[in-house]
């Protein structure tokens, strides 16, 4: 809990600072104590449904996490506000420790446009899901330790079934395609990641890229589709 106090500790100052206001560890206390502790308390409410649960969650306003039970996150986990978080998929939804999710992220494993339940999300250690994002996994998803998704990067482990041109499309049904995010990568914002992709260890995804085909590792790549542009290694 003192790791997850700090670590709030330090984005409030950096928030306070680039306003270009005080941040003297009194103000910052003040801002600190009036934001985290209505998210404590939500959180504690939430410890007791999710299926399993290390250390005290904080919960921001209006998130909304359905079949919690299927949902397993560790100590320092953060949902801020109007972030949505829907458990129901044959795997759950399992968080590492120091996970964050942003505001109005949303985390959808089971497709609106089939009956199947998803396969649902994996994320590892001290990742971090963005404002915004949204993440399709009925395909299933596996991210890695030490990830970072901008604010609005799209997550989409399926395609529509387009084959049979005499069935309207809503009737398709969609194939599913696991998605892998390894370690160390940062998708930047606005980004699209596509059904079937794998991006290596220490890759980079410039903002608004479409990525449509697996990344190498240490690989920046940009444009739409997204290309390689560089080695980083």
């Known amino acids: 809990m003192k790791a997850l106090v700090r670590k709030v500790f330090i984005e409030q100052k ?19 104590l009036s934001k985290v502790a209505p998210m404590a308390v939500r959180g504690s409410v ?37 972030a949505e978080v829907q458990g129901l998929a044959s795997a759950g939804l399992v968080f590492g420790n120091n996970v964050s999710i942003g505001a109005g992220a949303k985390i959808r494993p089971s497709s609106y446009y089939s009956r199947d339940i998803g396969q ?14 949204y993440i399709g996994c009925s395909g299933g998803i596996k991210i890695g330790n030490n990830v970072m998704l901008g604010p609005g990067v799209r997550l989409f482990s399926e395609n529509h079934e387009m084959s ?15 998605i892998t995010i390894e370690d160390d990568v940062w998708i930047a914002s606005g980004a699209v990641v596509t059904a079937g992709v794998t991006i290596g ?13 697996s990344v190498d590792p240490y ?4 444009g739409v589709p997204a290309k390689p542009i560089r080695t980083l290694q």
């Not at 996490?65 to 100590?75: A, Y």
């Not at 005499?166 to 398709?172: D, E, G």
């Not at 995804?205 to 479409?210: E, I, K, M, P, Q």
């Open 164 to 178: 049979d041109i005499n069935t309207p499309i809503k009737n398709k049904g969609v194939a599913w395609e696991p």
């Open 201 to 213: 260890r220490g890759a980079v995804v410039a903002a608004g890229a479409v990525v449509t085909r």
């Open 120 to 133: 649902g999300l994996t994320m590892g250690d001290h990742s971090s899901i963005g404002p915004d994002c």
């Open 46 to 82: 939430h410890r007791f449904l999710l299926g399993r649960c290390s250390g005290l969650p904080l919960v921001g306003r209006g998130v909304r996490i359905s079949n919690p039970q299927l949902i397993t996150v560790g100590n320092g986990f953060i949902a801020e506000d109007r």
């Open 14 to 32: 950096n928030r306070l600072s680039a306003a270009g206001m005080s941040t003297s560890p009194t103000r910052v206390s003040l801002q600190l």
């Open 219 to 222: 690989t920046l790549v940009a």
